[in-house]
């Protein structure tokens, strides 16, 4: 397969179509609900990935039986596009999985876009995810999501190949052409590489890292989830993606193995809030809460089960890692730390 480059202008453009071409979707479907005859009708966008969107959907709808629940699933970057365009008046009410660092640009340039959620209970957070809150209280924290490497045994045995265990033996020149990664431009798993990396190296050496991996990758994809879908297939022998996944897929096919690099994962957070005005509009406030004070906890421990909550639920994925060394984030909440990486990024 050939190289996918995401170049910005690719991803503006990208940014556009889904900005014109988008409506309000039913879920991960892409198509447009029909309506509930006046039934009163909360809309959801989410970059969160299909089984998520499938689980929470399913719970609002018995929770809510007598509210349309809309889930639109958007990219991370069509995500903050779409919420930047639309403002305050946007079709959606609720926000969910937004990367923190593009709430924070979205923040920046529109204050009082967010609905203000002093009034919720942020004791309930571990320390460690809530760097935000003594500036304000315009989002919570709905996820942490750390990146491994996912290796398709199979494909390495049929070359003749090690399977890699750090971060350095990826740059081995015997691996080109046969990772996978996200792109930094639009996926926050990508980002989240990147700039773990550029964290535990430095600027200059970080850089130089990634400028020596290139020729191993085969793609660079929009998506954060298709490295490791390209995995199971064979279609790569290694993919960057999310560790829960990466685990799942494991428990799930034979020939696959979860590298997990003694020094350290990289990860990023996630946010969900409502739109300012919004919160007073039919069900959307109670939708939000019981999403807030209910329904995340047992989401995280299906799904995302790294720590976010002072009492964080046991995760339900088998061979889930008990503990892993985190890389120490720099500019975790920092947009213009973020656009400054993004700007340097070649591929």
């Known amino acids: 397969m050939k190289k996918k480059n995401m170049s910005m202008a690719a991803f503006l453009c990208s940014a556009a179509l889904v900005l014109t071409g988008c ?3 039913n879920s991960a479907s892409g198509t447009e609900p029909a309506s509930s005859g006046g039934k ?26 007598d509210t349309e629940i809309v889930i639109q699933s958007l990219g ?7 919420l930047q365009a639309e403002g305050t008046n946007s079709d ?16 920046n340039a529109s204050p009082d876009l967010f609905a203000d959620l002093s009034e919720y209970d942020f004791s309930i ?10 500036r304000h209280h315009q989002y919570a924290v709905n996820g942490k999501t750390a990146g491994a490497f996912l290796v398709n045994t199979k494909v390495l045995e049929e070359k003749g190949l090690p399977v890699p265990e750090t971060y350095e033996d990826m740059l081995k020149p015997e691996y080109a052409g046969l990772i996978s990664m996200p792109s930094p431009k639009s996926s926050g798993t990508g980002y989240s590489y990147y700039n773990g990396m ?72 996630f946010t969900m809030g409502m739109i300012s005005g919004h919160e007073t509009k039919g069900s959307v406030k109670e939708v939000f809460t019981y999403l ?7 989401q ?22 008990e503990s892993y060394a985190e890389i120490t984030m720099n500019g975790l909440f920092d947009f213009n730390y973020k656009q400054n990486l993004l700007d340097q990024w070649k591929y």
């Open 23 to 25: 409506g309000s979707s």
């Open 40 to 65: 009163d009708r909360v809309v959801i966008y989410t970059a969160a990935e299909d089984e998520r969107i499938e689980y929470i959907q399913q719970e609002l709808d018995k929770q809510f039986p």
């Open 76 to 82: 991370t970057g069509q995500l903050l596009s779409k």
């Open 92 to 107: 959606c009410d609720i926000f969910y999985d937004l990367e923190v660092v593009n709430a924070e640009i979205i923040l």
């Open 125 to 134: 957070y571990d320390a460690s995810v809530t760097g935000y809150t003594d």
């Open 198 to 269: 550029v964290t535990v190296l430095g600027e200059e050496a970080g850089m130089k890292y990634f400028d020596d991996l290139n020729p191993n990758i085969k793609e660079y994809t929009t998506s954060g989830s298709a490295p490791a879908k390209a995995a199971v297939r064979g279609d790569v022998a290694i993919a960057y993606g999310l560790l829960w996944q990466c685990v799942n897929y494991a428990n799930e096919n034979e020939g696959l193995k979860v590298i997990i690099p003694e020094n350290g994962l990289a990860f990023d957070l």
């Open 292 to 298: 807030y004070n209910e329904l995340n906890k047992p």
């Open 300 to 321: 995280c421990a299906k799904f995302n089960p790294d720590k976010i909550y002072v009492d964080m639920p046991a995760a339900e994925i088998a061979n889930y890692p």
